[in-house]
């Protein structure tokens, strides 16, 4: 276990053992040539964002939630198709070496305040590093300092989430205390205010986690946790500095923080930056605009019918919405509508020139074509080229993270209303309901995704995460934290399409799209018209896309395989290898 220190190690030689350029470095690195100096410990400490458990830029860490529908229902919902012996991530190397930093960090030569900055980043990571094990397997071995391979405390069973949880609390606490850098202009490292927008989202997740899964026995403390998130994040409203982008105006704005290649300094907390000459690059272009390589991830239409009109009513107010067409329900919409999906003026750039650019069904099942992690010009669509920067914390999540916090706690105000959900819908172009926080509950949510919530502002509060913070990755903890694992058996429906063998306008360019027919392929075709079937049968084969009429209605996709959520899906399986090694960690209930 030890090698893998000899390459961090002897990197932080060239820096922390010469205090010259011309010095001769020494032949072995030693632990003071690493701990004993400041150069040594940032060394050290930059080796951590390389480590497997942390998000990098990818761009569909969704494909697997409640509002898309893919190529391929995940094994995790396919009924007896996921169990201990295709699980994973049971891996534990990174922390090690985190813990090995925290143990040594501790040489008198480096000032303690300098100390206790780099402690406060590697506490971060821990607390990083046990947030991602305990979403995924509850209760997991706290481990504090770097076990030698003959532990005995390897061979340890697991301890209880409440343990694991209040040293996670203590060491994201010491990480905002004593983290000093306050703000980094190239928003790619850890500052205070990182570490303060993330305990948001930990204390966030666990309060609402214990709040909703009574079987824990622990939701009288979760009133704690959710005070601690409410907490977190006001401190990055009060003093952070940091503001919702409204350059270009509400038609643009949104979309800015997702396709600029670099990050948008005012609401970015922190990104995970491209860099053409390093050879740094994201494939969102290639994932989202690919037929074969990404999942064909597409939204559902009932998540698009979340999204509001501009004067702030729900669109499901209007008995006409199951019947409309797509170029009718997509017009007067939150401007976010526009900026996440492929509709309307929607152009893409091809040998420079600006081509109109409706759904195109190559790419989506539903209709409701992502855009929002993608750059318009298609030289970017054929492999990872992307040199747009991926936003890891964002404001917009903080100030949700408030809201959602105060509503849970109930102390939720007309003020925090207006500071928070009034200003993200502001931006986003709605003009209604901004400054005085909902009495009446939108019958659309809780019929089809909250039937337990009565309070109409937490209904707002959660309708609003769905919407802005939609593809960040953020989906599948919420529907767990909320106890709403359901949602993921939600049928994958899109647009409503009137007839067979009626050619549409979806952008209404003047040119005709796409049309559905079943058995035999009209002709003549229509130039420039895909063509889809929807016939129950391609010949031997089941077809997967139809319409749920028959011969009309929304587009229905992989109804032949149904998606299967259980009790035990909140927690995945522990591996079957390393349960096998370990026997007393035990298999999460319902695993076995």
């Known amino acids: 276990m030890k090698k893998q220190y000899i390459g961090i190690l002897l990197v932080c030689l060239g820096l922390a053992a010469c205090k010259k350029l011309d010095q001769k470095p020494e032949s072995s690195a030693t632990k003071e040539a690493v701990f004993g100096t400041e150069n040594g410990l940032k060394l050290y400490t930059n080796s951590f964002y390389n480590m497997d458990f942390l998000p990098k830029n990818s761009t569909s860490q969704d494909a697997m939630s409640d509002y898309l529908a893919v190529k391929a229902v995940p094994d995790f919902v396919r009924d007896g198709g996921f169990s201990a012996n295709n699980s994973s991530g049971w891996v534990w190397r990174d922390l090690r070496n985190i813990n090995y930093f925290i143990q040594n960090c501790k040489d008198p030569a480096v000032p303690a305040t300098v100390r206790n900055n780099y402690l406060g980043i590697a506490r971060y990571f821990r607390a990083y590093f046990y947030m991602e094990k305990v979403k995924r397997f509850g209760d997991v071995p706290w481990i504090g300092k770097p076990l030698d391979i003959d532990d005995p405390a390897l061979m340890g069973g697991r301890d209880k989430r409440e343990l694991v949880m209040d040293s996670v609390l203590a060491d994201i606490n010491f990480a905002c205390a004593n983290i000093s850098t306050t703000n980094d202009p190239s928003r790619t490292t850890i500052t205070k205010y990182v570490a303060y927008a993330f305990k948001s989202r930990l204390c966030l997740f666990e309060g609402t986690f214990r709040k909703y899964h009574t079987d824990l026995n622990l939701a009288t403390s979760s009133s704690k946790w959710l005070e601690e998130a409410a907490s977190a994040a006001d401190e990055i409203i009060k003093k952070g500095g940091y503001s919702l982008n409204t350059a270009g105006g509400a038609g643009v704005s949104y979309r800015q923080v997702f396709n600029s290649n670099a990050p948008v300094a005012n609401e970015v907390l922190q990104s995970a930056v491209a860099d053409l000459n390093l050879g740094v690059l994201n494939e969102a272009n290639w994932w989202w605009t690919s037929g074969t390589y990404g999942a064909k991830a597409s939204f559902t239409r009932t998540f698009i019918n979340t999204y509001l009109k501009l004067d702030g009513t729900p669109y499901t107010n209007d008995p006409a919405y199951r019947t409309m067409l797509f170029k009718d329900e997509v017009k007067n919409r939150d401007l976010r509508l526009k900026q996440t999906i492929r509709l309307g003026d929607y152009k893409r750039i091809t040998s420079g020139q600006q081509i109109p650019a409706p759904p195109v069904f190559s790419y989506t099942f539903t209709g409701y074509q992502p855009i929002k992690w993608t750059l318009d010009d298609t030289y970017f669509d054929a492999g990872?080229?992307?040199?747009?920067?991926?936003?890891?914390?964002?404001?917009?999540?903080?100030?949700?993270?408030?809201?959602?916090?105060?509503?849970?706690?109930?102390?939720?105000?007309?003020?925090?209303?207006?500071?928070?959900?009034?200003?993200?819908?502001?931006?986003?172009?709605?003009?209604?309901?901004?400054?005085?926080?909902?009495?009446?509950?939108?019958?659309?949510?809780?019929?089809?995704?909250?039937?337990?919530?009565?309070?109409?502002?937490?209904?707002?509060?959660?309708?609003?995460?769905?919407?802005?913070?939609?593809?960040?990755?953020?989906?599948?903890?919420?529907?767990?934290?909320?106890?709403?694992?359901?949602?993921?058996?939600?049928?994958?429906?899109?647009?409503?399409?009137?007839?067979?063998?009626?050619?549409?306008?979806?952008?209404?360019?003047?040119?005709?799209?796409?049309?559905?027919?079943q058995g035999t392929r009209p002709t003549p075709a229509v130039a420039g018209v895909t063509y889809v079937e929807v016939s129950a049968n391609i010949g031997a084969a089941v077809n997967s896309q139809l319409l749920r009429n028959g011969s009309s209605g929304e587009l229905t996709w992989m109804k032949e395989i149904p998606r299967k959520w259980n009790e035990r899906n909140y927690y995945y399986p522990i591996p079957l290898a390393d349960l096998q090694r370990n026997p007393n960690l035990k298999q999460n209930k319902g695993w076995d």
């Open 384 to 517: 990872a080229l992307n040199t747009n920067a991926v936003s890891l914390f964002r404001y917009a999540e903080v100030l949700l993270n408030y809201a959602e916090a105060k509503a849970e706690l109930g102390t939720f105000t007309d003020a925090d209303w207006v500071l928070t959900i009034g200003a993200l819908r502001s931006r986003a172009g709605i003009t209604g309901g901004l400054n005085v926080k909902p009495t009446i509950a939108d019958p659309y949510l809780t019929i089809n995704y909250f039937p337990g919530i009565t309070d109409a502002s937490l209904l707002e509060i959660r309708r609003e995460r769905g919407i802005e913070l939609s593809l960040e990755g953020l989906r599948f903890s919420d529907l767990l934290r909320w106890k709403r694992g359901p949602l993921m058996e939600q049928e994958w429906n899109g647009f409503y399409v009137p007839a067979l063998n009626t050619p549409l306008d979806l952008n209404e360019d003047g040119i005709l799209d796409v049309a559905f027919y």
